[in-house]
């Protein structure tokens, strides 16, 4: 809803000029002004992908830089992953939830490299004394077996109020897509290449079947531009917003049944769902208060100005070997199947 009134009021806004015949000279300048604000793009960015350890949670975070990027997807090229997906048309997938495509600017920021874990969500709990509505952590005797498994089960409340405690929060949609696909359009995290079992946690790609989630960052083949990991499958992803049809969609009047009902907004497919789920441009919604075992979050973090010439961006990248060699220990002590664990 947001979108749409903000397209009303800029056609309104623009009607308002044409009526009033050519706008006055301060006014045109003001226009001018606003159309041709260059991005802010500092410059001491560190390099794409460039690694450091959120102090707060300990997690890993990645480095998106300022730039644009190609959000959506139009119909050409959904007709084409219609064809490779085994549908007749796009609309069997609702591929126009996704239209149009546009080139979108991205402020520079930090994203987890992993879904939030069950280790993470521990410091979370523990340090906030949080008691949790809904079953969250794994049964008591697989303490310490689970750590690097992804947390399931988080509400949209939940997964915003776990991203304020760590400074965090989390990722827009533009910042979701952008992280998991790059700058150009690409269909999936590695490119356009078919979904096969090694490039993420997918349901049965034969049978449609869904599977179970595994540790996180267990699919490196899936790897998206930045080193972010499971950005298709494992759990699906809260971000920030609402899911609301795209400003411009020249198929809005088909969405209206699912679209626009003050559901949060989920990204990048699941093991529980479909294989149509795992686009970078696909998008899905909950009610803020729904939650299901296959729904997850990672978070996101714009750094404030000078952050690159700190003493904190200094130790935050020096401490992620450490931290590596520390999760590395954690997955080698980690259950194999946790859809057998019986305890
Ligand atoms: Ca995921």
Redesign the pocket.
């Known amino acids: 809803m947001r979108g749409v009134i903000l397209s009303v009021a800029s056609v309104l806004l623009i009607g308002t000029f044409s009526a009033m015949g050519d706008p006055s000279p301060s006014s045109k300048a003001a226009l001018e002004g606003m159309a041709a604000q260059p991005p802010v793009i500092p410059a001491d960015e560190p390099a794409p992908g460039t690694a450091i350890v959120n102090p707060a949670d300990g997690a890993i975070m990645v480095y998106v830089p300022s730039g644009y990027f190609l959000m959506g997807m139009d119909a050409p090229d959904a007709t084409k992953m219609a064809a490779t997906l085994g549908f007749k048309h796009y609309h069997d997938f609702a591929a126009e939830e996704w239209f149009p495509q546009r080139k979108v600017f991205v402020p520079g920021f930090f994203v987890d490299q992993y879904?939030t874990t069950h280790e993470l969500w521990r410091k979370y709990v523990q340090a906030t004394n949080y008691k949790a509505g809904l079953s969250k952590g794994p049964p008591e005797a697989a303490a310490g077996k689970m750590e690097m498994y992804p947390v399931g089960q988080v509400t949209w409340a939940e997964a915003q109020a776990y991203a304020n405690w760590a400074g965090k929060r989390l990722p827009t949609e533009a910042q979701w897509e952008k992280a998991a696909r790059g700058t150009d359009g690409r269909w999936y995290p590695w490119g356009n290449e078919p979904l096969t079992e090694d490039r993420g946690v997918f349901v049965d790609l034969k049978t449609g079947h869904d599977t179970y989630f595994q540790m996180v960052g267990s699919k490196p083949a899936g790897v998206s531009p930045y080193g972010a990991m499971?950005?298709?499958?494992?759990?699906?992803?809260w971000t920030s917003e609402w899911f609301e049809p795209y400003p411009n969609n020249p198929e809005a009047s088909r969405l209206l049944s699912y679209c626009g009902h003050q559901n949060g907004l989920l990204r990048?497919?699941?093991f529980y769902h479909a294989k149509h789920s795992y686009s970078t441009a696909k998008r899905f919604g909950f009610k803020p208060n729904e939650t299901y075992f296959h729904v997850?979050f990672r978070c996101a973090w714009e750094p404030p100005a000078g952050y690159f010439a700190s003493e904190e961006f200094k130790k935050a990248k020096a401490a992620v070997e450490a931290r590596r060699a520390e999760l590395e220990k954690l997955r080698s002590q980690g259950i194999k199947d946790p859809s057998r664990w019986t305890g």
């Open positions: 879904e499971d950005m298709a499958g494992n759990m699906y992803e990048g497919g699941s997850g």
